[in-house]
């Protein structure tokens, strides 16, 4: 089985809403730390948001707080990323990784080097 499978990425415009889905297996779903990541090209790998499967604590970056919602659904063992009011800044690929629940918390939860699963990537492109 494959630990992690995102989807729904896409192409929209400037303010558009995208939500990006994480499908996990047990082992890397529960009472875990499902983290996304952005990259674009040309720039480094980025953490945008981070929930804890345990209790559904979330975390986010500064850059996108008010703009994304991360949530989880246990019983399809699914982390959603819901991006809204995107900005051609927000064009990258996104990824879903896992890593142990007890490294979910605030000022470490983006903590890359701690993340074990990764999934393949799903791509958003936002255009003006």
């Known amino acids: 089985q494959v630990p992690l499978v995102e989807s729904g990425g896409g192409s929209v415009q400037t303010g558009g809403s995208l939500t990006l889905s994480c499908l996990a297996s047990e082992v890397a779903y529960s009472r875990n730390c499902l983290g996304w990541f952005r990259q674009a090209p040309g720039k480094e790998r980025e953490g945008v948001a981070a929930?804890?499967?345990?209790?559904?604590?979330?975390y986010y970056a500064d850059s996108v707080k008010g703009r994304f919602i991360i949530s989880r659904d246990n019983a399809k063992r699914t982390v959603h990323l819901q991006i809204s009011q995107l900005k051609p800044d927000d064009t990258a690929m996104y990824y879903c990784?896992?890593?142990?629940?007890?490294?979910?918390?605030?000022?470490?939860?983006?903590?890359?080097?701690?993340?074990?699963?990764w999934g393949q990537g799903t791509r958003v492109t936002v255009s003006s």
């Open positions: 929930i804890y499967t345990g209790n559904g604590d979330a």
């Open positions: 990784a896992t890593k142990r629940g007890d490294k979910c918390y605030t000022h470490a939860w983006s903590d890359e080097a701690a993340f074990y699963f």
